[in-house]
């Protein structure tokens, strides 16, 4: 449906479904291009001032494609946010300058050019190493630094789900200051079936917040997962 939307810059459609997730609890939007190597500018063009005129929330630009990400942060009227960079090479050295040329919140995922690792401990160190130390050179504060451990799917990675919530606990509990913190949460569903996948959430949500997650990228419209949160925040 989105990817729809996208190709025939639906404007209508769009706003329809960004105001539905704010009216639902989203304090801020993921907006997911995919990579749009080609288009990605001409689509945050569009698409900026589409949901800008929609909602009064801060955006967030997920893509691989920077030259998009430096469009959509340059047309928003908030503070905006970038999905993301990494220890690899290539996305350390490029991205966090432009988060910190606009001001903008970081996602920084804990894996470098050898993938996603599996132990807290190595998304831990990668993050002390080369994340909050790259964030602290360009100019961005903590409290725009927003580690992501990522999140694997409880289909074929079970064993690997807690070591995301212990890189979490870690970097709340053991850093001084803590940066932010967040994640895909439902990633620990995916291949998962239909009338399981929200109930995997809510779990999986509840987890990460009782050891201090901050933010979760997450779908709104869940009516149970928006009263999960709500009742663990109350």
Known sequence: EIKQILADRDTPAIQRLAAAQVAHGAQLLDLNI??????????????????????DVPLCFDTTNLEAIRTGLSLT????MVNSASAEPERLEQVPPVAAEYGARLVALMMG??????????????????LIPRAMEVGIPMEDLFLDP????????????????????????GMDPAPMTTCGLSNVSNQVSAANRSLLNRVYA????????????????DGELMETIRTVEA
Do not use: N
């Open 34 to 55: 995919g990579p749009q190597k080609k288009e990605g500018v001409e689509l945050m063009k569009w698409l900026v001032p589409a949901v800008e005129e929609a909602v």
């Open 77 to 80: 009227t908030r503070k905006g």
């Open 113 to 130: 050019k050898g993938g996603i690792p599996m132990t807290a401990e190595e998304r831990v160190t990668i993050a002390i190493e080369s």
């Open 150 to 173: 990522l999140v694997l799917t409880v289909a074929g990675c079970q064993e690997y789900c807690p070591h995301a919530i212990e890189a979490i606990r870690y970097v709340k509990q």
């Open 206 to 221: 509840v987890m990460l917040m009782a050891v201090g997650i901050d933010s979760v990228i997450a779908d709104p419209l």
